[in-house]
Protein backbone atom coordinates (compact mmCIF):
# COMPACT_ATOMS: atom_id res chain seq x y z
CA UNK A 1 0.00 0.00 0.00
CA UNK A 2 3.15 2.93 0.66
CA UNK A 3 4.33 1.96 -2.85
CA UNK A 4 0.99 2.98 -4.27
CA UNK A 5 0.51 5.55 -2.52
CA UNK A 6 4.03 7.06 -3.38
CA UNK A 7 3.30 6.60 -6.36
CA UNK A 8 0.02 8.33 -6.65
CA UNK A 9 1.14 11.24 -4.39
CA UNK A 10 4.39 11.57 -6.90
CA UNK A 11 2.32 11.68 -9.89
CA UNK A 12 -0.82 13.90 -8.88
CA UNK A 13 0.51 15.57 -5.62
CA UNK A 14 -0.65 15.56 -2.05
CA UNK A 15 -3.99 13.78 -1.04
CA UNK A 16 -6.71 14.84 1.14
CA UNK A 17 -7.27 12.68 4.27
CA UNK A 18 -10.19 12.10 2.65
CA UNK A 19 -8.85 10.41 -0.46
CA UNK A 20 -6.34 9.20 1.84
CA UNK A 21 -8.82 7.09 3.81
CA UNK A 22 -10.50 6.18 0.62
CA UNK A 23 -7.57 4.43 -0.28
CA UNK A 24 -6.25 3.03 2.01
CA UNK A 25 -9.32 1.26 3.72
CA UNK A 26 -10.88 0.65 0.00
CA UNK A 27 -7.83 -0.20 -2.49
CA UNK A 28 -10.01 -3.08 -4.26
CA UNK A 29 -6.38 -5.43 -3.77
CA UNK A 30 -4.46 -4.01 -0.64
CA UNK A 31 -7.09 -1.85 0.95
CA UNK A 32 -7.42 -2.59 4.87
CA UNK A 33 -10.72 -4.07 4.43
CA UNK A 34 -10.71 -5.95 1.29
CA UNK A 35 -7.80 -8.47 2.18
CA UNK A 36 -8.57 -9.15 5.76
CA UNK A 37 -10.87 -10.14 8.60
CA UNK A 38 -9.69 -6.69 11.08
CA UNK A 39 -11.75 -8.49 14.19
CA UNK A 40 -11.08 -9.87 17.43
CA UNK A 41 -7.99 -10.83 19.66
CA UNK A 42 -6.19 -11.80 16.39
CA UNK A 43 -7.44 -8.61 14.63
CA UNK A 44 -6.86 -4.79 15.44
CA UNK A 45 -10.48 -3.83 16.91
CA UNK A 46 -13.98 -5.48 18.69
CA UNK A 47 -17.30 -4.25 17.80
CA UNK A 48 -20.06 -4.53 19.92
CA UNK A 49 -21.86 -7.65 18.14
CA UNK A 50 -18.18 -9.79 18.80
CA UNK A 51 -18.34 -8.45 22.90
CA UNK A 52 -21.89 -10.33 23.23
CA UNK A 53 -24.68 -12.03 21.29
CA UNK A 54 -26.33 -9.62 23.88
CA UNK A 55 -26.06 -6.73 21.29
CA UNK A 56 -27.44 -8.16 18.80
CA UNK A 57 -30.38 -9.84 20.46
CA UNK A 58 -31.36 -6.55 21.54
CA UNK A 59 -31.30 -4.55 18.18
CA UNK A 60 -33.06 -7.84 16.82
CA UNK A 61 -35.89 -7.55 19.32
CA UNK A 62 -35.84 -3.44 18.13
CA UNK A 63 -35.99 -4.52 14.84
CA UNK A 64 -38.90 -7.05 15.56
CA UNK A 65 -40.63 -4.41 17.33
CA UNK A 66 -40.15 -1.53 14.38
CA UNK A 67 -42.19 -4.40 11.88
CA UNK A 68 -44.81 -5.27 14.54
CA UNK A 69 -45.62 -1.43 14.75
CA UNK A 70 -45.45 -1.29 10.96
CA UNK A 71 -48.51 -3.56 10.68
CA UNK A 72 -46.79 -6.90 10.46
CA UNK A 73 -46.22 -6.52 6.92
CA UNK A 74 -45.98 -9.59 4.63
CA UNK A 75 -42.53 -8.99 2.94
CA UNK A 76 -40.03 -6.30 4.29
CA UNK A 77 -36.20 -5.76 3.47
CA UNK A 78 -34.01 -5.97 6.11
CA UNK A 79 -30.50 -4.71 5.77
CA UNK A 80 -27.53 -4.21 7.45
CA UNK A 81 -24.89 -1.88 6.31
CA UNK A 82 -21.06 -2.87 7.06
CA UNK A 83 -22.14 -6.42 8.72
CA UNK A 84 -18.52 -7.27 9.35
CA UNK A 85 -18.69 -11.02 10.17
CA UNK A 86 -22.16 -10.94 9.49
CA UNK A 87 -22.28 -12.00 13.73
CA UNK A 88 -24.91 -8.80 14.59
CA UNK A 89 -27.57 -10.35 11.15
CA UNK A 90 -26.89 -13.81 12.92
CA UNK A 91 -27.96 -12.85 16.58
CA UNK A 92 -30.99 -10.46 15.55
CA UNK A 93 -32.04 -13.63 12.98
CA UNK A 94 -31.75 -15.75 16.21
CA UNK A 95 -33.56 -13.42 18.75
CA UNK A 96 -36.46 -12.64 16.17
CA UNK A 97 -37.11 -16.71 15.54
CA UNK A 98 -39.90 -16.73 17.47
CA UNK A 99 -41.68 -13.59 16.32
CA UNK A 100 -44.56 -15.07 14.19
CA UNK A 101 -44.43 -14.30 10.55
CA UNK A 102 -41.06 -12.35 11.28
CA UNK A 103 -38.70 -15.01 9.40
CA UNK A 104 -40.86 -15.61 6.33
CA UNK A 105 -41.35 -11.99 5.80
CA UNK A 106 -37.58 -10.96 5.83
CA UNK A 107 -35.56 -10.52 3.10
CA UNK A 108 -31.44 -10.19 4.10
CA UNK A 109 -29.72 -7.68 1.94
CA UNK A 110 -26.05 -6.80 2.90
CA UNK A 111 -24.37 -3.62 2.15
CA UNK A 112 -20.55 -4.40 2.14
CA UNK A 113 -17.53 -4.05 0.18
CA UNK A 114 -15.09 -6.29 1.30
CA UNK A 115 -14.89 -9.70 -0.40
CA UNK A 116 -12.91 -11.43 2.63
CA UNK A 117 -16.18 -10.34 4.86
CA UNK A 118 -18.31 -11.49 2.23
CA UNK A 119 -17.34 -15.16 2.50
CA UNK A 120 -17.45 -14.98 5.93
CA UNK A 121 -20.67 -13.33 6.38
CA UNK A 122 -22.08 -16.12 3.66
CA UNK A 123 -20.56 -18.71 6.19
CA UNK A 124 -22.00 -16.98 9.58
CA UNK A 125 -25.39 -16.17 7.24
CA UNK A 126 -25.53 -20.34 5.91
CA UNK A 127 -28.82 -21.01 7.32
CA UNK A 128 -30.76 -18.15 5.24
CA UNK A 129 -30.06 -18.99 1.68
CA UNK A 130 -31.71 -15.89 0.41
CA UNK A 131 -28.89 -13.28 1.55
CA UNK A 132 -28.12 -11.01 -1.07
CA UNK A 133 -25.30 -8.45 -1.41
CA UNK A 134 -24.62 -4.93 -2.63
CA UNK A 135 -21.79 -2.42 -2.95
CA UNK A 136 -24.70 -0.06 -3.74
CA UNK A 137 -28.32 1.15 -2.69
CA UNK A 138 -29.36 0.19 -6.44
CA UNK A 139 -30.80 -3.76 -6.07
CA UNK A 140 -32.87 -2.25 -2.53
CA UNK A 141 -36.48 -2.77 -3.45
CA UNK A 142 -38.72 0.65 -3.68
CA UNK A 143 -41.68 -1.57 -3.20
CA UNK A 144 -41.67 -3.04 -0.07
CA UNK A 145 -40.78 -1.61 3.42
CA UNK A 146 -37.63 -1.40 4.60
CA UNK A 147 -35.44 -2.00 8.33
CA UNK A 148 -32.29 -1.18 8.14
CA UNK A 149 -29.07 -1.36 10.93
CA UNK A 150 -25.94 0.01 10.51
CA UNK A 151 -23.00 -0.49 13.55
CA UNK A 152 -19.75 0.69 13.29
CA UNK A 153 -19.80 1.45 9.39
CA UNK A 154 -20.20 5.21 9.21
CA UNK A 155 -16.84 5.73 10.98
CA UNK A 156 -14.96 4.20 8.26
CA UNK A 157 -16.27 6.72 5.71
CA UNK A 158 -13.49 9.27 5.18
CA UNK A 159 -13.35 12.58 6.90
CA UNK A 160 -11.41 15.56 5.93
CA UNK A 161 -9.49 17.95 8.06
CA UNK A 162 -9.25 21.99 8.31
CA UNK A 163 -6.45 23.15 10.24
CA UNK A 164 -6.71 26.93 11.08
CA UNK A 165 -3.61 28.58 10.74
CA UNK A 166 -2.77 32.79 10.98
CA UNK A 167 -3.34 32.74 6.97
CA UNK A 168 -6.81 31.11 8.06
CA UNK A 169 -8.54 27.71 7.68
CA UNK A 170 -6.28 25.12 5.74
CA UNK A 171 -6.64 21.54 4.49
CA UNK A 172 -4.61 19.39 5.81
CA UNK A 173 -2.86 16.44 3.11
CA UNK A 174 -0.45 13.91 3.04
CA UNK A 175 2.77 14.37 0.82
CA UNK A 176 5.59 12.31 0.32
CA UNK A 177 9.33 13.96 1.30
CA UNK A 178 12.65 12.26 1.80
CA UNK A 179 11.60 9.00 1.83
CA UNK A 180 8.88 9.39 4.13
CA UNK A 181 5.33 10.18 4.19
CA UNK A 182 4.19 13.73 6.03
CA UNK A 183 1.42 15.88 6.80
CA UNK A 184 1.26 19.37 4.96
CA UNK A 185 -1.39 21.92 4.35
CA UNK A 186 -2.81 23.24 1.03
CA UNK A 187 -5.70 25.60 0.26
CA UNK A 188 -9.00 24.43 0.91
CA UNK A 189 -11.25 23.29 -1.91
CA UNK A 190 -13.74 25.70 -2.93
CA UNK A 191 -16.33 23.28 -2.60
CA UNK A 192 -15.62 22.57 1.30
CA UNK A 193 -17.45 25.03 3.65
CA UNK A 194 -15.47 26.51 6.33
CA UNK A 195 -16.58 26.14 9.71
CA UNK A 196 -17.65 29.37 11.01
CA UNK A 197 -16.91 30.78 14.37
CA UNK A 198 -13.74 31.86 16.27
CA UNK A 199 -10.88 28.52 15.96
CA UNK A 200 -7.60 29.15 17.44
CA UNK A 201 -4.31 28.41 15.56
CA UNK A 202 -3.43 25.01 15.36
CA UNK A 203 -7.23 23.84 16.18
CA UNK A 204 -8.77 21.15 13.41
CA UNK A 205 -11.72 20.48 12.37
CA UNK A 206 -13.10 17.41 10.37
CA UNK A 207 -15.82 17.27 7.86
CA UNK A 208 -17.07 14.48 6.07
CA UNK A 209 -18.78 15.26 2.41
CA UNK A 210 -18.73 11.81 2.25
CA UNK A 211 -21.01 10.65 5.08
CA UNK A 212 -22.89 12.83 4.32
CA UNK A 213 -23.41 11.91 0.89
CA UNK A 214 -23.96 7.92 1.99
CA UNK A 215 -26.50 9.81 4.19
CA UNK A 216 -28.51 11.34 1.47
CA UNK A 217 -28.14 9.20 -0.46
CA UNK A 218 -29.80 6.25 2.76
CA UNK A 219 -32.46 8.69 3.30
CA UNK A 220 -33.48 8.80 -0.50
CA UNK A 221 -33.57 4.73 -0.59
CA UNK A 222 -35.53 4.73 2.94
CA UNK A 223 -38.05 7.34 1.86
CA UNK A 224 -39.28 5.69 -1.17
CA UNK A 225 -38.94 2.36 0.27
CA UNK A 226 -40.91 3.84 3.95
CA UNK A 227 -39.35 2.10 7.39
CA UNK A 228 -36.89 2.91 9.57
CA UNK A 229 -33.27 2.64 10.56
CA UNK A 230 -31.07 2.55 13.35
CA UNK A 231 -27.25 3.90 12.88
CA UNK A 232 -24.80 3.02 15.87
CA UNK A 233 -21.33 4.75 16.43
CA UNK A 234 -18.89 6.48 18.10
CA UNK A 235 -19.28 10.23 17.71
CA UNK A 236 -20.55 13.18 19.24
CA UNK A 237 -23.84 14.88 19.03
CA UNK A 238 -22.82 18.76 19.44
CA UNK A 239 -20.56 19.59 16.72
CA UNK A 240 -17.27 20.24 17.76
CA UNK A 241 -13.50 21.52 16.72
CA UNK A 242 -10.78 18.49 17.22
CA UNK A 243 -9.32 15.86 15.22
CA UNK A 244 -10.41 12.27 16.03
CA UNK A 245 -8.93 10.26 13.13
CA UNK A 246 -7.12 7.33 14.48
CA UNK A 247 -5.48 4.29 13.34
CA UNK A 248 -5.63 1.39 15.40
CA UNK A 249 -3.47 -2.35 15.18
CA UNK A 250 -3.44 -5.01 16.68
CA UNK A 251 -5.60 -3.24 19.54
CA UNK A 252 -2.78 -0.27 20.07
CA UNK A 253 -3.54 3.00 18.48
CA UNK A 254 -0.51 3.70 15.72
CA UNK A 255 0.34 6.95 14.18
CA UNK A 256 -1.76 7.29 11.16
CA UNK A 257 1.23 7.24 8.92
CA UNK A 258 2.66 3.91 10.22
CA UNK A 259 1.20 0.14 9.16
CA UNK A 260 -0.44 2.11 6.18
CA UNK A 261 -3.03 -0.37 4.62
CA UNK A 262 -2.54 -2.91 7.58
CA UNK A 263 -4.26 -0.46 10.81
CA UNK A 264 -7.79 0.36 10.48
CA UNK A 265 -8.36 4.54 9.82
CA UNK A 266 -11.64 5.61 11.43
CA UNK A 267 -12.64 8.83 12.95
CA UNK A 268 -15.81 10.07 15.12
CA UNK A 269 -19.43 10.44 13.98
CA UNK A 270 -20.73 13.82 13.65
CA UNK A 271 -24.47 13.17 14.59
CA UNK A 272 -25.27 16.69 14.41
CA UNK A 273 -24.10 17.17 11.33
CA UNK A 274 -25.67 13.91 10.05
CA UNK A 275 -29.05 14.73 11.86
CA UNK A 276 -29.26 18.40 9.82
CA UNK A 277 -28.60 16.27 6.32
CA UNK A 278 -31.89 13.64 7.19
CA UNK A 279 -33.36 16.32 8.53
CA UNK A 280 -33.13 18.41 5.35
CA UNK A 281 -35.16 15.43 3.29
CA UNK A 282 -37.43 15.21 5.81
CA UNK A 283 -36.70 11.90 7.56
CA UNK A 284 -38.18 11.62 11.58
CA UNK A 285 -35.24 11.86 13.36
CA UNK A 286 -34.42 10.21 16.70
CA UNK A 287 -31.86 11.11 18.99
CA UNK A 288 -29.11 10.51 18.67
CA UNK A 289 -28.77 9.17 22.28
CA UNK A 290 -26.22 6.93 24.32
CA UNK A 291 -25.37 4.06 23.65
CA UNK A 292 -25.77 2.70 26.92
CA UNK A 293 -29.15 4.44 27.54
CA UNK A 294 -30.89 3.04 24.08
CA UNK A 295 -29.50 -0.83 25.23
CA UNK A 296 -31.16 -0.29 28.77
CA UNK A 297 -34.36 1.01 27.44
CA UNK A 298 -34.80 -1.84 25.01
CA UNK A 299 -34.31 -4.18 27.49
CA UNK A 300 -30.39 -5.01 27.48
CA UNK A 301 -30.52 -5.66 31.69
CA UNK A 302 -33.31 -8.27 31.09
CA UNK A 303 -31.81 -10.13 28.92
CA UNK A 304 -28.32 -10.25 30.59
CA UNK A 305 -30.75 -11.26 33.81
CA UNK A 306 -32.33 -14.37 31.83
CA UNK A 307 -28.89 -15.77 30.30
CA UNK A 308 -27.38 -15.70 33.60
CA UNK A 309 -29.73 -17.51 35.32
CA UNK A 310 -29.07 -20.24 32.79
CA UNK A 311 -25.50 -19.45 32.76
CA UNK A 312 -22.55 -21.27 34.96
CA UNK A 313 -20.79 -18.99 37.36
CA UNK A 314 -17.95 -18.57 34.98
CA UNK A 315 -20.24 -17.55 32.26
CA UNK A 316 -22.04 -15.40 34.06
CA UNK A 317 -18.95 -12.80 35.56
CA UNK A 318 -18.39 -13.16 31.01
CA UNK A 319 -22.32 -11.82 30.77
CA UNK A 320 -21.44 -8.96 33.83
CA UNK A 321 -18.68 -7.68 32.17
CA UNK A 322 -20.13 -7.63 28.31
CA UNK A 323 -22.99 -6.09 30.05
CA UNK A 324 -20.33 -3.26 31.61
CA UNK A 325 -18.62 -2.82 28.53
CA UNK A 326 -21.74 -1.81 26.20
CA UNK A 327 -23.88 -0.40 28.18
CA UNK A 328 -21.26 1.60 31.22
CA UNK A 329 -20.23 5.48 30.25
CA UNK A 330 -16.65 4.60 31.26
CA UNK A 331 -16.75 2.02 28.28
CA UNK A 332 -18.52 1.96 25.02
CA UNK A 333 -21.92 3.76 26.69
CA UNK A 334 -21.51 7.18 26.55
CA UNK A 335 -18.87 7.66 23.26
CA UNK A 336 -20.96 5.49 21.29
CA UNK A 337 -24.45 6.97 20.40
CA UNK A 338 -27.51 5.66 18.13
CA UNK A 339 -29.33 7.58 15.85
CA UNK A 340 -32.94 6.48 14.56
CA UNK A 341 -34.73 7.16 11.34
CA UNK A 342 -37.89 6.51 9.89
CA UNK A 343 -39.73 7.84 6.58
CA UNK A 344 -43.87 7.19 6.01
CA UNK A 345 -44.80 5.73 10.09
CA UNK A 346 -45.74 7.75 12.04
CA UNK A 347 -44.80 5.22 15.23
CA UNK A 348 -42.19 6.43 18.04
CA UNK A 349 -39.55 4.27 17.67
CA UNK A 350 -38.05 2.08 20.66
CA UNK A 351 -35.34 3.47 22.64
CA UNK A 352 -34.99 7.20 22.56
N1 LIG B 1 -20.90 -3.81 11.73
C1 LIG B 1 -19.79 -4.70 11.96
C2 LIG B 1 -18.50 -4.28 11.24
C3 LIG B 1 -17.98 -2.89 11.44
S1 LIG B 1 -16.48 -2.59 10.51
C4 LIG B 1 -19.58 -4.88 13.44
O1 LIG B 1 -20.15 -4.13 14.20
O2 LIG B 1 -18.83 -5.79 13.83
C5 LIG B 1 -17.03 -1.77 9.06
C6 LIG B 1 -17.74 -2.64 8.05
O3 LIG B 1 -18.16 -1.79 6.98
C7 LIG B 1 -16.93 -3.73 7.41
O4 LIG B 1 -17.79 -4.81 7.12
C8 LIG B 1 -16.43 -3.06 6.12
O5 LIG B 1 -16.00 -3.95 5.16
C9 LIG B 1 -17.67 -2.29 5.73
N2 LIG B 1 -17.44 -1.11 4.89
C10 LIG B 1 -16.60 -0.08 5.15
N3 LIG B 1 -16.70 0.88 4.19
C11 LIG B 1 -17.64 0.44 3.33
C12 LIG B 1 -18.22 0.98 2.12
N4 LIG B 1 -17.81 2.14 1.64
N5 LIG B 1 -19.18 0.25 1.50
C13 LIG B 1 -19.59 -0.93 1.98
N6 LIG B 1 -19.10 -1.49 3.12
C14 LIG B 1 -18.13 -0.83 3.77
Redesign the pocket.
Known sequence: MDKILQDYITKNGPVDIGAFMQMV??HPQHGY?MKKDP?GAAGDFT????ISQMFGEVIGAWVADVWIKMGSPSAFTLLE?????G??MADMMRATENVKGFHSACSIHL????PV?KDIQKNTLKAFPGVQWH?TFKGISPEQPLIAVA???LD??PVRQLVMTDAGWKERVIDFKDGQFVFGLATPSPFISLPEGRAEEGEIYELSPERSAFMKNFCGVLKKAKGAALFIDYGYSEPGIGESLQALYKHQYVPVLEHIGDADLTAHVDFAALKEECRSVEAMVSGPVRQGDFLQSTGINQRAAWLSAKATEKQAQDIESALHRLTSSDEMGLLFKVMGLSYGYDFTLAGF
Open positions: LGYFTAPEMGPGRTLLEMSLENEFAL
